[in-house]
């Protein structure tokens, strides 16, 4: 069941994010009016806040892109608030949604939803049949309860509501942080901080050898809105490249990027994460969509975006 968002109007919930934001451009190229609101205008864990917010804006469409998110630290240290708000954010914007009469729906889920040792590449029906990836499972498991929730809705009420499940993505309004970031944003930061300080050598987590999947945001935003015109179906369907790659080898096409020559010294005491995470997007691309980016010249994209924030100020360094 096609959806057509021309001369609509779209809430996108968490615009300021890293995907929310590239949603946001993306929409710009669309006939539609977007909807949004900060964070100091809306409370998205304030149930009443959202529900009079979609009622009085009345939006034909939304795309559930608010999230609290981090890497494995973030996601290790702070468990609870990773899993409540997570849960009350969703909860509150799908059940408001539904109440005032949006027509279609796109909650946004993570990679992060399948088990640790999922066969590879990892399909939609390898959801909830082993155990979960433990430095994440708070964030998973929040995930999971939001898709099931749109399935729940669409069972129940017939709600057009869909659940995509993006794989890893890095890009403009990517966090730099090296505490709490993600590893592609990490890398950068590491590998320029290293550039400037003349360093010899660059050292990244884990032994280096798993296997992830990444992907621009600005590729995730684009297929996200064709779904959203396209796609009706229960199942959540997978948003990714259909390629990996390991994490010392993304950590030298960044080290060519920055146009640093230093060694990669690995850290076999910190942890992994999941051996491999490839998503078969057999079914996004069965539907006419394929990515514009390779990752070599997305990491490029990434890395002048990367220093635009630091010469705008918006981004300082140690």
Avoid at 26 to 45: I, M, P, Q, S
Avoid at 207 to 223: I, N, P
Wanted: with cysteine; proline share 4%; charged share 20%.
């Amino acid at each position: 069941m096609s959806f057509s968002i021309d001369r609509k109007t779209v809430f996108i919930a968490g615009h300021n994010g890293m995907v929310g934001s590239a949603l946001v451009r993306r929409l710009a190229r669309e006939n539609c009016t977007v909807v949004t609101a900060a964070r100091a205008d809306l409370d998205l864990r304030n149930e009443a806040a959202v529900d009079l917010f979609i009622r009085k804006t009345r939006p034909d469409a939304v795309i559930l892109a608010a999230a609290k998110v981090g890497g494995i630290m973030a996601n290790k240290t702070y468990p609870v608030e990773f899993m409540l708000d997570n849960l009350i954010i969703q909860n509150n914007v799908i059940a408001a949604s539904y109440n005032a009469g949006v027509e279609k729906l796109l909650f946004l889920g993570s990679s992060c939803i399948y088990p640790k040792f999922a066969d590879q590449p990892i399909t939609e029906d390898a959801l909830l049949t082993s155990a979960l990836e433990p430095t994440n499972e708070a964030y998973a498991l929040a995930k999971i309860a939001g898709l099931k929730l749109c399935e729940a809705y669409r069972s129940e009420y017939g709600a057009d509501f869909i659940s995509a499940m993006p794989t890893n993505l890095y890009g403009p309004g990517d966090n730099y942080n090296l505490d709490n970031g993600h590893v592609i944003p990490a890398l950068i930061r590491k590998a320029h901080e290293a550039k400037l300080a003349g360093a010899s050598s660059v050292e990244i987590w884990g032994t280096g050898q798993v296997y992830r999947e990444f992907m621009h945001v600005d590729d995730a935003a684009d297929a996200l809105v064709h779904l959203l015109k396209t796609y009706s179906a229960a199942q959540h369907i997978n948003v990714g490249t259909g390629q990996d790659t390991t994490i010392y080898a993304v950590t030298q096409t960044i080290l060519d990027v920055v146009g640093l020559d230093a060694a990669i010294i690995t850290d076999p005491s910190k942890p992994d994460g999941t051996p491999r995470k490839l998503l078969d997007v057999s079914k996004l691309f069965a539907t006419g969509w394929k990515p514009r980016f390779s990752l070599e010249a997305g990491l490029a994209d990434a890395y002048a975006t990367f220093l635009s924030a630091i010469d705008r100020g918006e981004l300082r360094l140690r």
